[in-house]
């Protein structure tokens, strides 16, 4: 790490002028002519006498990839050190250029020098003024003629030959960080220490799914978060349930509406000794207004209101997600006999919001009754009668989404 760029671009210089006296170029004993290196701007180099070559830092840039190997894992932790603490990773832009009034060879060959000691020094070292040592890589870039000629432009000089080196990545050494604390002299264990009463908090929702598959296997998985139909139960994650002496439910939506429901007769009552981190609720058998009835299919969400220990106020937790989904009995399955048409039984079907596809072959809604590749809802929301389309042959599953919600694998169809 530095604390001035300077150094860097003396360290450059001294490179070429270092290796000018014994450059392959010459012949002789001797190099026919004398350089002047200097890191000044290639108009402000035409100023002095003899040949010239100007290493000029003409742009910095932050280097956000290696500024990233200090930040990311400190800094979005809490007590991450502060900026000004962290190192400034910056990579340095060379203009070089060489000057020789009237004479190009001596300009060509201050060049050819300084590429090829550049070349041979991918990577260089050196030493700040406090003794603190410093490394980067020097590459040479590819920039476009258009590009350099609009950097020419932009000084008073005309246009010369010149090339763009990139080194990188300098480390500015930052602010130094405060003294680390003492060391620890004392440490206290609690067994079992009292919760705080405002602690409770609603998390998520979990559902274990069990379905039956052609094959007469039972595939088990968990949703979360969950998707329930009418008469499933989910369980509620969270912390400090425990704690709660009572809990008033609301589930609000669907969504995009905002209605809400307080459906506390959902909760079970809770384990004994209570869970601190889990409670169960069970949706009604039948579709109808909540709470004596499940939800129309939709998505929506679950607050909860409690009450804490004595001498604690009430309090809300977060809301979580909870989607409803229509739900498709397992009658006569997992693969139900052939038939000219088939009739799939269960509640929350609604016309007009639903959708029925074999695999991913959809059926189309039909207003009266179903001709092949249709489907038809029964006016209570308890039956779809469908018939396949001519011609499709092989397993299927019939897959039902009401209001964008699939619900649960339940039945298939052998074609």
Same mark, same amino acid.
């Given at each position: 790490?530095?604390?001035?760029?300077?150094?860097?671009?003396? @360290?450059?210089?001294?490179?070429?002028?270092?290796?000018?006296?014994?450059?392959?170029?010459?012949?002789?004993?001797?190099?026919?002519?004398?350089?002047?290196?200097?890191?000044?701007?290639p108009d402000a180099a035409r100023a002095g006498h003899g040949a010239q070559l100007s290493m000029y830092l003409y742009h910095v840039e932050e280097n956000s990839a290696q500024e990233s190997? *200090?930040?990311?894992?400190?800094?979005?932790?809490?007590?991450?050190?502060?900026?000004?603490?962290?190192?400034?990773?910056?990579?340095?832009?060379?203009?070089?250029?060489? *000057?020789?009034?009237?004479?190009?060879v001596q300009e060509q060959q201050a060049m050819s020098i300084a590429m090829r000691v550049f070349h041979e020094n991918p990577i260089v070292r050196g030493v700040d003024a406090s003794g603190q040592p410093w490394e980067l890589t020097l590459t040479l870039e590819r920039r476009s003629y258009d590009e350099l000629s609009r950097l020419w432009q932009a000084t008073t000089s005309a246009l010369r030959m010149s090339a763009v080196y990139r080194a990188a990545v300098v480390l500015i050494e930052p602010e130094a960080g405060p003294p680390p604390g003492p060391p620890v002299s004392e440490v206290d264990i609690a067994v079992e220490p009292t919760p705080d009463p405002r602690t409770a908090a609603l998390l998520g929702t979990q559902r274990d799914v069990r379905s039956t598959v052609?094959?007469?296997?039972?595939?088990?998985?968990?949703?979360?978060?969950?998707?329930?139909?009418?008469?499933? @139960?989910?369980?509620?994650?969270?912390?400090?349930?425990n704690t709660i002496a009572t809990a008033t439910l609301l589930l609000t939506g669907p969504y995009p509406a905002t209605g809400q429901s307080d459906v506390s007769a959902w909760l079970l009552p809770p384990a004994q000794p209570p869970s601190a981190i889990r409670r169960t609720i069970t949706l009604p058998a039948a579709t109808g207004n909540p709470p004596a009835g499940a939800p129309v299919p939709g998505r929506y969400r679950l607050q909860m209101e409690a009450t804490a220990a004595p001498g604690a106020g009430p309090f809300?937790?977060?809301?979580?997600?909870?989607?409803i989904a229509a739900r498709v009995d397992a009658t006569g399955g997992p693969v139900l006999a052939p038939a000219a048409r088939y009739v799939i039984t269960g509640t929350g079907f609604t016309a007009?919001?639903?959708?029925?596809?074999?695999?991913?072959?959809?059926?189309?809604?039909?207003a009266g009754a179903p001709v092949a590749g249709q489907f038809a809802i029964n006016p209570a929301g308890t039956s779809i009668t469908l018939v396949p389309p001519a011609g499709l042959t092989g397993t299927y599953q019939i897959r039902v989404r009401v209001a964008g919600v699939e619900s649960d694998p339940a039945l298939w169809l052998a074609l």
């Amino acid at each position: 790490m530095i604390f001035d760029l300077s150094v860097v671009t003396d @360290t450059l210089t001294k490179l070429v002028t270092a290796a000018w006296q014994t450059a392959p170029l010459w012949t002789g004993a001797t190099p026919p002519f004398g350089i002047t290196v200097t890191g000044l701007s290639p108009d402000a180099a035409r100023a002095g006498h003899g040949a010239q070559l100007s290493m000029y830092l003409y742009h910095v840039e932050e280097n956000s990839a290696q500024e990233s190997l *200090f930040w990311t894992a400190r800094s979005q932790t809490a007590g991450g050190p502060p900026l000004k603490y962290q190192p400034l990773a910056l990579d340095l832009y060379y203009l070089l250029s060489s *000057f020789a009034d009237g004479n190009y060879v001596q300009e060509q060959q201050a060049m050819s020098i300084a590429m090829r000691v550049f070349h041979e020094n991918p990577i260089v070292r050196g030493v700040d003024a406090s003794g603190q040592p410093w490394e980067l890589t020097l590459t040479l870039e590819r920039r476009s003629y258009d590009e350099l000629s609009r950097l020419w432009q932009a000084t008073t000089s005309a246009l010369r030959m010149s090339a763009v080196y990139r080194a990188a990545v300098v480390l500015i050494e930052p602010e130094a960080g405060p003294p680390p604390g003492p060391p620890v002299s004392e440490v206290d264990i609690a067994v079992e220490p009292t919760p705080d009463p405002r602690t409770a908090a609603l998390l998520g929702t979990q559902r274990d799914v069990r379905s039956t598959v052609p094959s007469n296997h039972v595939v088990t998985f968990v949703q979360d978060p969950a998707t329930a139909a009418a008469g499933q @139960t989910v369980s509620l994650v969270g912390t400090g349930f425990n704690t709660i002496a009572t809990a008033t439910l609301l589930l609000t939506g669907p969504y995009p509406a905002t209605g809400q429901s307080d459906v506390s007769a959902w909760l079970l009552p809770p384990a004994q000794p209570p869970s601190a981190i889990r409670r169960t609720i069970t949706l009604p058998a039948a579709t109808g207004n909540p709470p004596a009835g499940a939800p129309v299919p939709g998505r929506y969400r679950l607050q909860m209101e409690a009450t804490a220990a004595p001498g604690a106020g009430p309090f809300s937790t977060a809301g979580v997600p909870l989607s409803i989904a229509a739900r498709v009995d397992a009658t006569g399955g997992p693969v139900l006999a052939p038939a000219a048409r088939y009739v799939i039984t269960g509640t929350g079907f609604t016309a007009g919001a639903t959708q029925v596809l074999l695999g991913t072959v959809p059926l189309q809604a039909a207003a009266g009754a179903p001709v092949a590749g249709q489907f038809a809802i029964n006016p209570a929301g308890t039956s779809i009668t469908l018939v396949p389309p001519a011609g499709l042959t092989g397993t299927y599953q019939i897959r039902v989404r009401v209001a964008g919600v699939e619900s649960d694998p339940a039945l298939w169809l052998a074609l």
